[in-house]
């Protein structure tokens, strides 16, 4: 009797514990998928959060007023409109802030954070809100240069430790070492260098705040996707929601209206 007792003891308490399982998933189930708690969370706080730079002209900065401003962040300010919340900025440098995103610091980072293939392993990106491209530049006139190929033995203004400065000599050219995109200019200008190669939205920006420099694009490589939103994998509604929120601001201009705004073009179509 004993035994037999014994056992009907452990099929109550396996029973037990099977209907503890089942309920536990039952009220599991009713807060909802993890792939849709982000942005249900988002809707709920009615904010979200982006981690940016705020030193990254004209992307995010601090404007003559210090409030916070730039490219970058008036998309997504327009973004988190669309979603029905407010969009709130958190700055911190580079190197941290798509750490932030896997802190759950923030939930996305608004800062020209390309997607290329090592970060498309360990994130879901958004649909693309900007593109960009190398551009050659030169002096007003120059009419030497029409593609990379044509930097060969002229001398590239480039700074020392920079992709340009790689993509320059594969191109061969000789190199003449600047600290920063102006510096290259005044040696173009001054006759010092014939070309310097960099990348289009930091040459718009330059111009744009310079009309007057007396410099010119001439050659442009292939156009290549330079921004989108980074967002923690699995957060398949929230991309979703970033999609369609982007779709609408390009649809209605919006995303034109920036991109001229800052560049002087549109940037986010390719």
């Known amino acids: 009797m004993s035994h037999t007792h014994s056992v009907l003891r ?68 327009a973004v988190a409109k669309e979603l029905g919340v407010k969009a709130k900025f958190v700055e911190s440098n580079w190197d941290s802030l798509l750490a932030g995103v896997d802190s759950k610091k923030f939930d996305s980072v608004a800062d020209q954070v390309a997607p290329n293939d090592e970060r498309k392993q360990k994130y879901d990106f958004s649909d693309l809100y900007t593109y960009s491209q190398g551009v050659a530049v030169t002096k007003k006139g120059n009419n030497d240069i029409k593609t990379f190929a044509d930097i060969k033995g002229k001398n590239a203004a480039e700074t020392k430790t920079s992709n340009w400065n790689q993509t320059a000599q594969e191109n061969g050219a000789n190199i003449v070492s600047v600290n920063d995109f102006a510096q290259a200019v005044d040696a173009i200008t001054a006759g010092r260098a014939d070309v310097t190669l960099n990348d289009k939205l930091a040459v718009l920006d330059y111009l744009k705040q310079k009309p007057n420099a ?37 649809k209605d201009g919006t995303l034109k209206k920036l991109s001229v705004k800052y560049f002087g073009e549109d940037v986010s179509v390719k």
Do not use: M
Request: negative net charge; hydrophobic residues 40%.
């Open 10 to 77: 452990k099929i109550a308490a396996v029973a037990a514990a099977a209907a503890a399982i089942v309920g536990f998933s039952a009220c599991g189930s009713s807060n909802g998928s993890a792939a849709s708690s982000e942005l249900d969370q988002i809707k709920k706080n009615g904010e979200i959060v982006f981690g940016t730079e705020g030193t990254y002209a004209p992307f995010s900065y601090h404007g003559s007023d210090n409030k916070l401003t730039g490219y970058d962040v008036e998309v997504a300010t």
């Open 214 to 250: 007396d410099v010119q694009i001439s050659a442009k490589s292939e156009v290549s996707p330079a921004a989108a939103f980074p967002i923690r994998k699995g957060e398949d509604s929230l991309v979703k929601a970033l999609n369609e929120s982007l779709a609408k601001l390009q």
